[in-house]
């Protein structure tokens, strides 16, 4: 079975602060892909970044860094710096290789509430 | 830039009333997708094509019905609508390739009364 898990239903911090979401994924596929998308207040999901199984390396993108562990099962997501605009709902996503491998199945999100 | 649109950002109905939304997305895509979003549940996949005149039940399809008639244009309908209908309704297309991100529209908040 295919699942996500967002443990963290929503997160406050300061201005400047670090901040960490979690995404752990469960998936019979040995070729897999996971995501994460932006949802600002105004409603529209923004891809932010897409890993593929194969593919363990970190990445960072300014403020943005996410830790892919297979190992664990895991696809974290960090923000540096935090700052007010960062406040939105966060999905992590993941899709398979075989079967309806365009279907997604997405966490159950994490708010985070960044205060100047 | 790539575009999904729908017809309604918010809409309210009456229980029992047949409810059409709708979804057009310029890009091409071979996919779309419709999603209702509920606190605390995330997104849950109502229905999806991967073609024209093709579609697939996805984890919650009771109630719903879909239509593809042209490749940019997905319809998703409420043939009677309920209160436990109230939700945000969310449309993506996307190509028909492995490993390929969805791209979303603004969504549709339905209320019904």
């Known amino acids: 079975a295919q699942k996500v898990t967002q443990a963290q239903t929503e997160i406050s911090v300061v201005e400047k602060e670090d901040v960490t979401l979690d995404c752990v994924y469960e998936?019979?596929?040995?070729?897999?892909?996971l995501f994460w998308y932006k949802q600002p207040p105004s409603g529209e999901l923004v891809f932010l970044i897409r890993r593929n199984s194969f593919d363990e390396q970190n990445e960072i993108s300014g403020r943005y860094s996410w830790n892919f562990q297979k190992s664990t099962s895991s696809f974290n997501f960090t923000i540096t710096a935090s700052q007010v605009v960062d406040s939105a709902v966060y999905f992590c996503a993941l899709s398979g290789n075989i079967y309806n491998f365009n279907k997604f199945y997405f966490g159950s999100g994490t708010k985070l509430n960044v205060k100047p | 830039d790539v575009k999904v649109t729908q017809s309604s950002r918010y809409l309210v109905k009456r229980t029992g009333e047949k409810v059409f939304l709708e979804c057009v997305q310029d890009m091409d895509h071979e996919n779309m997708f419709w999603y209702r979003q509920d606190p605390g549940l995330g997104l849950r996949l109502i229905y999806f094509s991967y073609d024209v005149k093709m579609k697939e039940k996805g984890d919650i399809p009771e109630g719903y019905s879909v239509s593809r008639e042209k490749k940019e244009r997905f319809s998703l309908i409420l043939e009677s609508a309920s209160t436990n209908q109230t939700s945000m309704y969310l449309c993506?297309?996307?190509?028909?390739?492995?490993?390929?991100?969805?791209?979303f529209g603004p969504g549709t908040r339905l209320t019904v009364t």
């Open positions: 993506a297309s996307s190509l028909s390739l492995k490993g390929v991100e969805q791209y």
């Open positions: 998936t019979r596929d040995t070729t897999y892909y």
